[in-house]
Nanobody, 118 residues
Framework: QVQFVESGGGLVQPGGSLRLSCAASVSGFSISAMGWYRQVAGKQRELVASITSSSASKTYTNSVKGRFTISRDNAKNTVYLQMNSLKPEDTAVYYC???????????WGQGTQVTVSS
């Protein structure tokens, strides 16, 4: 059974940092591209960052380039999102999933709430 458990969210002031983690129970994790997505209430979920299976390639949506870093540990079936210089517009629920050419492959986990506010 596929399961994603996201953690690490919270309330942070603008300019602050958070590190999100996603533990994935996915067969073939080490050969799967992974993505971090986020959703603001009332809006569509968007792909924020993705990473290939070997970590050789990472891509980011323009709004987070230079501030967010995606990484993974295949031995732990875990993907991370380091978020620096956070802005109020980064406020959202963050999810991870297997990334199939920019689209999520499996049902979503519960996500982790990130709130950037003073």
């Amino acid at each position: 059974q596929v399961q994603f458990v996201e953690s690490g969210g919270g309330l942070v002031q603008p300019g602050g940092s958070l590190r999100l983690s996603c533990a994935a129970s996915v067969s073939g994790f080490s050969i799967s591209a992974m993505g971090w997505y986020r959703q603001v209430a009332g809006k569509q979920r968007e792909l924020v960052a993705s990473i290939t299976s070997s970590s050789a390639s990472k891509t980011y949506t323009n709004s987070v380039k230079g501030r967010f870093t995606i990484s993974r540990d295949n031995a732990k079936n875990t993907v991370y999102l380091q978020m620096n210089s956070l802005k109020p517009e980064d406020t959202a629920v963050y999810y991870c999933n297997v990334d199939l050419m920019g689209r999520p492959l499996f049902p979503w986990g519960q996500g982790t709430q990130v709130t950037v506010s003073s």
